[in-house]
């Protein structure tokens, strides 16, 4: 045999065999496959993680814009606990002109003045909590001078930002009135008026802002704001704080919302050249439902307000809501949840 020909000859080529491919593909499959679990699981953490995250962040807006409404609630700018007059016409017409004590709730069964149930954007959804507040806003100015036989008020300065048309609350250590600003020029002048006629709406019933007597039909019955023993003119010694705010009336429901959901809705009222009309805002999304309960001054257990309370005296809110969040993320393929609570007491009528 040729040594030099069997070293030179060629080495015979060997493939995969069809066994050695099929674990092949088996193993990269395994591979790939926890990989795209690896890749999943990561994916409904991240978007379970997102979900809870959108839940905490839309209950911080919510307990903290509905909190600061009921902490004013009844409030007013001089002292808690202090009667209130109201010589608006009719009143009990509009929610945002009827005080009744400043704050008033509803059961999820119980009709709000102007806000329907149903399924059409912006309408309530039945069976869900709402809540109406009344006070006056922060940023009142001081009077310096009323003269309620002529219904004026002197204000200590121009820039007050009261207008025609706007519900505003006055008042002293003695009482508080709401009434309806019938002329005023902000950046003008001080003088606010507050006279009967028709020149808005709904307007005054009354000029006099007492808590009793009707000044327009002649009974001697006024009060000054301003002066301890309500005269006008006021003598230096009889002079103490008196102020003059727009009145701030907000509603708290929930509502369907354009995207097919359900969000927080706030009512505001809004003053356009002196005619008053309702704005109802969505203020955060993804809130299921709203459940209200009410605790009265001595009370020992907080009540339903389809109990009711005595809306006079109630002195804490206690909010439940439920929050969802956009996508399905629970293990059952559910959209994810939580139930949180928040309790709020009402500073004017804290001990």
Known sequence: MNIKHAFNAPARSRGLTLIELMISIFLGLLIIGAALTVFASNRQTYRATESLGRIQENSRTAFELMARDIREGAGNACESNIPVVNVLNSPALNWYTDFSGGVRGYDGGSAMQGLAFGTGAGQRIAGTDAIELKSSVAGSVTIEDHQPLSAQFKVNTKDHGLNDGDIAMVCDF?????????????????????????????????????????????????????????????????????????????????????????????????????ALSVSNNEIVEGVRDMQLTYLEIDGTDYVAANTPPDWSVVSAVRIEVTFEGEDRVGVDGAVLQRQLFHTVAMRNRAP
């Open 174 to 274: 003695d009482h508080a009135a709401i009434f309806q600003i019938t002329n005023a020029s902000p950046g003008t002048n001080v003088t606010i008026v507050h006279n009967t006629g028709n020149s808005v709406v709904p307007g005054n019933a009354d000029g006099c802002l007492a808590t009793s007597g009707v000044c327009s039909s002649g009974a001697v019955k006024t009060y000054g704001f301003g002066c301890k023993n309500g005269e006008s003119p006021c003598v230096a010694a009889d002079a103490w704080p008196a102020t003059i705010a727009k009145l701030r009336a907000t509603r708290w429901f929930i509502g369907n919302n354009p995207r097919g959901g359900r969000s927080l809705y706030q009512s505001s009222v809004q003053n356009a050249g002196g």
